[in-house]
């Protein structure tokens, strides 16, 4: 395929979101005796920086009162942050260095493809693990210590096939999804519920690595196979690219990107007149677009923080960060102590109700939103489950 050059405001974002991860993680060299240690091994550089450092902003929001009033029983938190890049050999390198402080729980990155290769140690260790990742296989693992703080592809998939076969009223499904777990479960929990609910098989699946940027090939595919919607699952650079390549090539069929699309247009990375008419799922509606009181008061906090408007992604790591506040000041700091909490515990989050199940999924909600030509988003299918 041939190379494409990211058009300037993908750089200036892609930029600002690297620099804002380098400023945080060199923020974050001494570990003191006497706090409480909580580790963050997140994606803080690289490609996939946006689903690192935007979190560790939204967990120091949930700490800095915390501590401002004098922590936990005296004790504050203290957040180690370590990089975990592109690279899951980076990801369990920084994962070693971080239990090196003897954290009594650790953060992931919303990646399964890391979270899967962490997870073995953070069992071994027997110390919880809290990510969000939507790889559905992550909480299929028999993990006693790990927690979802998002949801899941089986959750997604049923509701966004659901919308495209009932709602749509489409039949010829069309799948483009990323080479890595996020891709693979994408495509496969598709094609199961397709089959489950319908009969239906998709008719065309085409995969692309990560950090391409050109998707001739893969979108003349769906052409050709005589697709009648479109179901992409990638990360917030590349989706925001199909979009814009969707319409260069003349495509019109309808389009449904995963929940990485969502945090690309709210990271600027597609422009509003881009993304007008196309759909995107999440486990809840975009932030800004949020009535709650509570959640807009976030929204404007967030936003003077760091520049940028918080995604639901964002709004998971505050919430859980908070949830396990609550089950330190409730059950103590001990991490099996903390692990019976975090299983026991109903939380009230800024965008609702946190209770863990079987596998340790805390959220269960998901929508498709449909993108106006305002740059609004307009909830239009809620996950219900099935009977």
């Given amino acids: 395929m041939r190379t494409m050059t990211l058009p300037r405001h993908l750089r200036r974002s892609a930029t600002?979101?690297?620099?804002?991860g380098a400023a945080i993680y060199a923020a974050y060299p001494v570990v003191a005796a006497d706090t409480i240690k909580i580790g963050a091994v997140l994606p803080i550089t690289s490609a996939?920086?946006?689903y690192g450092t935007p979190f560790v902003e939204a967990m120091n929001m949930a700490i800095e009162p915390v501590n401002a009033a004098g922590g936990i029983n005296g004790r504050k938190i203290e957040l180690i942050v370590e990089d975990a890049q592109a690279s899951n050999t980076v990801?369990?390198?920084?994962?070693n260095k971080v239990l090196q402080s003897e954290p009594v729980t650790v953060f992931g990155a919303a990646l399964g493809t890391q979270v899967l290769a962490?997870?073995?140690i953070t069992e071994r260790e027997k110390v919880p693990l809290i990510a969000s990742p939507g790889t559905r296989r992550v909480t299929q693992q028999g993990a006693k210590y790990f927690f979802r703080a998002g949801t899941h592809d089986a959750v997604e998939k049923e509701n966004w096939t659901r919308f495209l076969v009932d709602d749509l009223k489409k039949k010829r499904i069309g799948i483009i999804h990323v080479s890595n777990e996020w891709g693979y479960s994408g495509r496969d929990n598709t094609t199961e519920f397709l089959q489950k609910l319908y009969g239906l098989k998709p008719v065309s699946i085409a995969s692309y690595q990560l950090n391409d940027k050109d998707y001739t090939a893969q979108i003349h595919q769906m052409v050709q196979d005589g697709v009648d919607a479109i179901?992409?699952?990638?990360h917030p650079v590349e989706e925001a690219l199909i979009v814009r390549q969707l319409k260069q090539q003349g495509v019109s069929v309808p389009h449904v990107g995963s929940g990485t699309l969502c945090m690309a247009y709210q990271r600027d990375l597609v422009s509003k007149e881009e993304i007008a008419g196309h759909y995107c799922e999440a486990p809840?509606?975009?932030?800004?677009?949020?009535?709650?009181?509570?959640?807009?008061?976030?929204v404007e906090a967030y936003k003077k923080r760091t520049g940028q408007t918080p995604d639901v992604y964002a709004v998971h790591y505050y919430d859980a960060m908070n949830m396990l506040i609550a089950v330190?000041?409730?059950?103590g700091v001990d991490r099996e102590k903390i692990r019976d909490g975090m299983k026991e515990i109903s939380y009230?989050?800024?965008?609702?109700p946190y209770k863990a199940d079987e596998e340790g999924n805390l959220w269960h909600g998901a929508m498709v939103m449909e993108f106006m030509p305002d740059g609004s988003a307009k909830a239009i299918r809620r996950y219900k489950p099935s009977s």
Avoid: H, S, T, W
């Fill in 16 to 20: 600002l979101v690297v620099a804002l």
């Fill in 231 to 234: 179901a992409v699952q990638g």
């Fill in 48 to 50: 996939l920086a946006a």
């Fill in 91 to 95: 990801a369990i390198n920084a994962l």
């Fill in 284 to 298: 809840d509606l975009l932030p800004p677009l949020n009535p709650r009181p509570q959640v807009q008061a976030f």
């Fill in 118 to 120: 962490m997870m073995p």
């Fill in 348 to 352: 009230e989050g800024l965008i609702g």
């Fill in 328 to 331: 330190m000041k409730k059950y």
